[in-house]
């Protein structure tokens, strides 16, 4: 890999991560993080989504007319995760299940639009692939960080299996929606106390 | 055929009870966290979080009936359920465009108010995934309407309340690193706690 490149896959993975440094995206992955099984699906879903639209739109920036580049990203997102809900449907029936409408919310995952926006549309595909690689598993280890603590603490399991037992009690708010929001207030906390922000709240209002 | 099979797996909730459900117990931000982004970004003034809602409320409730009505009797009819991703983000973006047209002929005093918030609210998540929730829940078109309007109230009175309460910590001391995105999450938590306490009320899955 050429420097460049891994500068680009170093910056989306932690210098901008789009959780902690620009809190874009957590819409439609918080609600699956109280089990990790569906947290990890709907991350490499993710992965999957955005490189391949980041990609897309890389290859088609110059052919694409600048008043409806929006809603032709919007598109290109918007097919890929079809494919993404009908490939779950058929293998992971259950998972597809749970995880409900939430894949289809990978479309306006602001994280997807944004990155193909601000880095995609200005760039050749290659760096445009690892930008997208790198923010995508950026913004997948620190929901599976919130997920495995959401999982432990709420249900006693990692992955389903029984971790905690014995006399430990369950903190049941844990898999419940509040504790998504403490958990990720806990994460970016750590997260900017042990590199605090260069340049504060850079990312666009969305 | 098809259509009888749909009506019969109704849900069979009064309306009133759904716009009740989705405005307090199924909250949209702080039990389902959709619409998320601009409810971190945009709740630092009371002034944009009201234009912000207002905008959402309109545009939730008539993009849950055009799509209600196209996913009944387009999609459905058509057998093609699946490309209802593309169709319901095709729907909202021409919508969204549309009412922007028109609110600038027609009144460039709403247009200063609301118009800057329409071009976000096409990418708000909130929007489509009501529109994913109902075909999920089977609602009807009248179920469908009540349910986005209820959620758009209860989205507005979520961010509205966050920024009351963020116009009060401006002056709080807070450690460094958890001002701004941090101590608005936390806020959101407790919010969400108090919200949790009305689950089990009403019941509309």
Known sequence: ?206 | MMLAAIEAGTPDVSPFVIIFAACITENMVLTNFLGMCPFLNVSRELKSSSGLGLAVIFVLTFTCLLNALVYKYVLVPLEVEYLRFIVFIVVIAAFVQFVEMVIERVSPLLYMALGIFLPLITVNCAILGASLFMTIRNYTVTQSVTYGLGSGLGWTMAIIAMAGIRQKLIDSRIPKPLQGPGITLIVAGIMSLAFIGFSGMLNIR
């Open chain 1, 1 to 206: 890999m050429p420097p460049r490149t891994l500068q680009i896959f170093k910056t989306g993975l932690w210098d901008d991560n789009p959780v902690f440094r620009q809190i874009l995206g957590i819409c439609s992955t918080l609600a699956v993080t109280n089990r990790l099984v569906n947290t990890a699906v709907m991350c490499i879903g993710l992965v999957y989504t955005m490189i391949l639209s980041s990609v897309t739109v890389s290859v088609l920036r110059n052919v694409t007319p600048r008043r409806i580049r929006m809603m032709v990203e919007v598109l290109i997102i918007a097919a890929y995760v079809i494919v993404l809900k009908l490939f779950l449907e058929a293998f992971l029936p259950d998972i597809s299940r749970e995880l409900g409408a939430y894949v289809g919310l990978i479309i306006t995952n602001c994280i997807v639009m944004g990155r193909c926006e601000a880095f995609a549309g200005q760039n050749r595909p290659w760096p445009s692939l690892w930008d997208a690689f790198g923010c995508s598993v950026g913004y997948s280890f620190v929901l599976l960080f919130i997920a495995f603590f959401r999982e432990l603490l709420g249900f006693g399991t990692f992955f389903g299996v029984p971790v905690l037992t014995g006399d430990w009690t369950f903190w049941t708010i844990m898999v419940m929606p509040p504790g998504a929001f403490f958990m990720l207030a806990i994460a970016v906390w750590l997260a900017r106390s042990v590199a605090p922000a260069k340049a504060e709240e850079k990312g666009k209002a969305k």
